[in-house]
T-cell receptor
Framework: AQKITQTQPGMFVQEKEAVTLDCTYDTSDQSYGLFWYKQPSSGEMIFLIYQGSYDEQNATEGRYSLNFQKARKSANLVISASQLGDSAMYFC????????????????FGTGTLLAVQP | NAGVTQTPKFRVLKTGQSMTLLCAQD?????MYWYRQDPGMGLRLIHYSVGEGTTAKGEVPDGYNVSRLKKQNFLLGLESAAPSQTSVYFCASRAPTGFHGYTFGSGTRLTVV
C-alpha cells in the first residue's frame, strides 16, 4: 500500500533562515505525483508545490522548492527565507492514480509537520 | 466564486443522532473526496467518488455513508454519530486532468458529545 511518512512532528526556524521539511514515500507505481500543502491556524488547505514522478527537474514555486530524490523515495520541502506567516502545519501527499485498474486519483497524506517561525 | 463549499461549518451532535454534510462544487469536477482530520493523524480518506452515481470506500469508511446523485454534490452521512467521529471533515474535488487540480473546502468541525 502507498504510504507517506513525515518524521518531524514539529520544527522551529528563525525568521529569514531556510528550513527543510522531510517527506518519504512508499509506492510500487511508476507514475505518481507528490504534493505539499500548507494549513495555517485558520484551517484551510493551501496547495504549495507539485512534483511528478517523471519530472527531471526539482519543482520550484517562489520561496518553495521540492528536493526530489527518486531513488531514496524522498520529496523534501525547502522553504527559503522563512517568514512569520510561514508558521503553519505542512502536509506531504501523494496521488494514487489507480486502484485495481480503475482511476481514483486519491491523495494520501502524511501526518504533517508543525512549523514555527521565530522572530 | 468558483470552488468547493461545505455546509455546515460547525455542528455539535449528541451520540446516536444523524446528520448529513454537504459538499458542493461548481467546477464540473469528476472526482470528489471526503477526508477527516484528527490531531497527529493527518487527513484520512473516508469515501470518494470518480463520477456522478459512483462511490467507493476509502481508508476509514466505517460509520459513514455517501451519495453522489448529482455531479456537483457529494453528501457524507452519519447514521448514528459516535464520539469517535468528532473531527474536522474536508471535502475536495479534482478535474480529470491537471496535476494541481485538487480544490479543498474550508472544512466542517463536528463535535459528538
Amino acid at each position: 500500500a502507498q504510504k507517506i511518512t513525515q518524521t518531524q512532528p514539529g520544527m522551529f526556524v528563525q525568521e529569514k533562515e531556510a528550513v527543510t521539511l522531510d517527506c518519504t514515500y512508499d509506492t510500487s507505481d511508476q507514475s505518481y505525483g507528490l504534493f505539499w500543502y500548507k494549513q495555517p491556524s485558520s484551517g484551510e488547505m493551501i496547495f504549495l508545490i507539485y512534483q511528478g514522478s517523471y519530472d527531471e527537474q526539482n519543482a520550484t514555486e517562489g520561496r518553495y522548492s521540492l528536493n526530489f530524490q527518486k531513488a531514496r523515495k524522498s520529496a523534501n520541502l525547502v522553504i527559503s527565507a522563512s517568514q512569520l506567516g510561514d508558521s503553519a502545519m505542512y502536509f506531504c501527499a501523494m496521488r494514487e492514480k489507480y486502484v485495481n485498474g480503475g482511476a481514483t486519483n486519491k491523495l494520501i497524506f502524511g501526518t504533517g509537520t508543525l512549523l514555527a517561525v521565530q522572530p | 466564486n468558483a470552488g468547493v463549499t461545505q455546509t455546515p461549518k460547525f455542528r455539535v451532535l449528541k451520540t446516536g443522532q444523524s446528520m448529513t454534510l454537504l459538499c458542493a462544487q461548481d467546477m464540473n469536477h469528476e472526482y470528489m473526496y471526503w477526508y477527516r482530520q484528527d490531531p497527529g493523524m493527518g487527513l484520512r480518506l473516508i469515501h470518494y467518488s470518480v463520477g456522478e452515481g459512483t462511490t467507493a470506500k476509502g481508508e476509514v469508511p466505517d460509520g459513514y455513508n455517501v451519495s453522489r446523485l448529482k455531479k456537483q454534490n457529494f453528501l457524507l452521512g452519519l447514521e448514528s454519530a459516535a464520539p469517535s467521529q468528532t473531527s474536522v471533515y474536508f471535502c475536495a474535488s479534482r478535474a480529470p486532468t491537471g496535476f494541481h487540480g485538487y480544490t479543498f473546502g474550508s472544512g466542517t468541525r463536528l463535535t459528538v458529545v
